[in-house]
């Protein structure tokens, strides 16, 4: 078994504890939290699970590190801190784990990531023997190796288009919402999400990672936006009021020039409510998909839906980018050490899951 931590609770760190739990060659062996109200409490009850793990919440990074765990899901914010997440994940590759994580953005494709966030990685590595390997929680194989698989299925490929289309309502995350994407503020308020340069920070990487896959030689990427005032005021129960004539969509684009066209688009269209922007794509039943389209011959579409935590779409979405990291895990402690990306790490079928599903494991 493969000792692993989980560092953070929040959306992602609850989806990786039933991850970890549920794999057969991992043993989730500790838990890391931020907030001291979890300190002490068992895994299982922070993940959501009606059970305990046998796994108490602890704050001592270095503790749990000093346990040597063979594997860390760091599962903590890099968006408004990435310079602590880039020193967490170091320090732990440093400690020889094998790190997975969807919080280093720019190490979606290392070949091209800055030098100052490199360069710290492949010490650590050369120091620890640890690797990383980092994935997005867009989700990322939504934006590298479903696009790439699905277009091999044609003999003509015109564009790629990825996306992600959501109703944000019921998702309990009003930071992000609110304050990153925007949803609720005035027209005039500029989210630090949607801001100049910023989607191409985010998300660049997964476009020159598939252009590169492709065998295509990338112009540059430019980005779109488009924003939209809520008609009414709407309610959510996850997160309250959002008044009228404040941001009640958004939409956005990363294109992949190749050629003088956008050849290769993420794109996200995210709603805080469904009647606004109606002309927007949407998803089949107005909750929240991601969604393939590779324009050509044939022309191919494929739709992913999602859903755990009682239906909810966005914190599914979430559990799926999880699972493609944790069942990542193996292969990778199997592996040399490295900075891997997803070209690299396979997308392997769920062996032995159906022996070992959450509710049959047996508490730790």
Known sequence: MISTIVWGTG??????????????????????VHDPAKVGRDAGRLAGLDHDLGVTASADADALLARHPRAVVYAASGDIRPDDALRDIVTAIRAGAVVVTPALYALYDPRNAPAEVREPVRAAIAAGGGSLFVSGIDPGW?????????????????TIR?????????????????????????????????????????????????????GAELDGIRETLDRRALDTTVTTAAMGDFEAGTQGAVRFEVQGM????PRIVIEHVTRIH?????????????????????????????????????????????????????????????AEPGLYDALDVPLRPAVGRFASAPSERTPQ
């Open 162 to 214: 990825c996306q992600e289309i959501f109703d944000y309502s019921t998702y309990d995350q009003p930071d992000s919402v609110r304050h990153l994407v925007g949803m609720g503020q005035p027209m005039d308020y500029e989210p630090p999400m949607t801001a100049p340069g910023v989607p191409t920070m985010v998300w660049g990487g997964q476009i020159r990672l598939m252009t590169r896959a492709l």
């Open 274 to 334: 469904p009647g606004c922007a109606p002309d927007w794509p949407r998803p089949p039943d107005g909750a929240g998909a991601h969604r393939i389209i590779v324009e050509g011959d044939p022309r191919i579409e494929v739709t992913v839906e999602a859903e755990t935590e009682g239906g909810n779409r966005a914190a599914g979405g979430n559990a799926t980018a999880v699972g493609r990291l944790v069942n990542a895990i193996d292969w990778l402690a199997a």
């Open 11 to 32: 959306n992602v760190g609850r989806a990786a504890i039933r991850a970890v739990h549920a794999h057969p060659d991992l043993e989730l062996t500790g838990v890391l």
């Open 142 to 158: 939504g934006n590298d190796v479903l696009p790439l698989l699905v277009s091999g299925l044609g003999h003509r490929v015109d």
């Open 258 to 261: 190749v050629g003088g066209r």
